[in-house]
DNA sequence: AGCGCACTACGTACGCTGTACGTAACTAGG
DNA sequence: CCTAGTTACGTACAGCGTACGTAGTGCGCT
């Protein structure tokens, strides 16, 4: 009977371990561990079911005894890089507390750059996810706006962390992955850029690349934004 | 000789025409109108290279005169919705045109469900992001800033749009895709949420969850958003 | 005018992916 | 003790992006 349920699967929601048969080879931290080595080392594309197999030194097939799809692999990586997060203790500074959040949040992503390429797919609520918004929603103690409030707070924080640093990622990892240099590909696109600009067609952006003069600092313009975000749900500063 | 120059390809910087042999039978935008036909169809994942060879009727391979790698053909998507946007005459009120512009964004994705997707892994300066880029400072010119941070205005809010109708979008999708229904998989998930509120380890989240009555409405959530944001660039709000 | 070459077209083939399925070994619960 | 539910894993399949080779086409130059 009763074939497969097609039940609905939340890896966090079945059970580690079931009592019978033998015993597992590994834990999920283990194969979580393998993967996240493997992307950090190899990028989110060497992340195989067969590399991340022999990294544990298992046939590939066994581990879809623990991982059922390959998306909840990515859940389990999602989780493992989620306990990096440093649980400080809230300054009673919520302003302070949230922007060392998302800093940390941003020197997590540029140690593990396949992160912000996940975070889109991967539902949440795993437990590492938890503890984080527990942690946020403590540093968030002080300020006197509603519950609701504050989750659409660290929300929007968090997407805004999440798309800078993965536009900050991507711009690096572009120069790294390509076969070409950096400069050869800037150059390619400043002289299309220039070109279009000269046909006249957009004035607007045209004086604005005049406006700025110097490379773009990425980090500047992410600390601005968040500043901003922060700014539209405090109330001093309205 | 000189066999291939390993030269920086941006898509855009390539004519789309060189004279010399016979004259192509497609142009870009037909490859990018077949292309965003299967993934409007299909979803993202139906977009192969055979995929669009056959629907515009040529071999495969053929599509490589075209478009040198995938990579390339999303640009071309994203191009292609770009085309979508109506870029009306600014009235005066930027708030009031930056808000329709992110709504009118948002409409967009929703009838192409796969934008999101492929938005983080796209350079840009597509001819119609120029466009609309430009159409976003007309409409910011009332706006008494430096131009900077005009453009910063106009990427902050670009991500979070982003960024929400992409959580709207995967949350509907994974309804649809899975052999569940959206009933059995809320009811495990909520049942799991449930199971780890009961631990008492994420107290905050428990009166956070409590505190909500009914289903969270996704747009409404989007349109504060997008106030916040607006609010945090409005000199008059300040 | 006509030659040559850059271009288009596309079939074949390779290495890789996720994973369905079947079989053998193992162990805890009834 | 038996048996049912696990774990382990080799094999196999369909599908992917794309490198490469070959054949045909027509513009630009001499």
Known sequence: MAGRAAVPEVIWARPERTGRGPKPAFTRADIAAAAVRI????????????????????????????????????????????????????????????????????????????????????????????????????????????????????????GVVTTYTGNEIATAERARSMPWTAEEENAVRMAYLGSQIATGAYPRMTAAFMEQSGPVDLEAVFRRALERVLDAFDPESR
Do not use: Q
């Open 39 to 158: 992307a950090d080392a190899d990028g989110l594309d060497g992340v195989t079911m067969r590399h991340v197999a022999t990294e544990l030194g298992c046939g590939t097939m066994s581990l879809y005894n623990y991982v059922p799809r390959k998306e909840d692999l990515y859940e389990l990586m999602i989780d493992a890089i989620g306990a990096e997060h440093e649980m400080f203790e809230p300054t009673g500074d919520w302003r302070a507390d949230m922007l060392r959040n998302a800093e940390e949040t941003r020197a997590i992503m540029h140690r593990h750059t396949w992160v912000p390429r996940l975070m889109p797919g991967v539902f949440g609520f795993s437990p590492n996810t938890l503890r984080y918004l527990e942690h946020c929603l403590a540093c968030l103690e002080p300020l006197d706006v509603p519950a609701g409030t504050k989750t659409e707070l660290i929300a929007l924080l968090n």
